[in-house]
């Protein structure tokens, strides 16, 4: 069974930082590319940013540029996104989804994906 669990979701001032995780399961992590996206209330949902768990390549949206940074641990099948400076346009519900590749990936075509959670940017 394949699972995508995402943590690391709250709230946060504008300025503030959260760190994000998806803890992955049931297929085969390093076959994929794992990224996140997001989506906003009345929003057309976003990729934020994608990596391909093999070699580690990186993509990232122009609105997460500079300011996120997406990681992985293959030993543990998981992959984080690090967000510093977060704005109130950065809120929205961060979703984990897997990718047979990294441009299936950027442009939002996932094989799977998680439940999601919610990242508020509020003073």
């Known amino acids: 069974q394949v699972q995508l669990v995402e943590s690391g979701g709250g709230l946060v001032q504008p300025g503030g930082s959260l760190n994000l995780s998806c803890e992955t399961s049931?297929?085969?992590?390093?076959?994929?590319?794992v990224g996140w996206f997001r989506q906003a209330p009345g929003k057309v949902h976003e990729v934020v940013s994608c990596i391909s768990t093999g070699d580690g390549a990186r993509y990232y949206a122009d609105s997460a540029k500079g300011r996120f940074t997406i990681s992985k641990d293959n030993a543990k099948n998981t992959v984080y996104l690090q967000m510093n400076n977060l704005k109130p346009e950065d809120t929205a519900v961060y979703f984990c989804?897997?990718?047979?590749?990294?441009?299936?990936?950027?442009?939002?075509?996932?094989?799977?994906r998680g439940k999601g959670t919610l990242v508020n940017v509020s003073s």
């Open positions: 049931g297929f085969v992590f390093i076959e994929y590319a």
């Open positions: 989804g897997a990718a047979i590749e990294r441009t299936r990936c950027s442009t939002g075509d996932m094989e799977y």
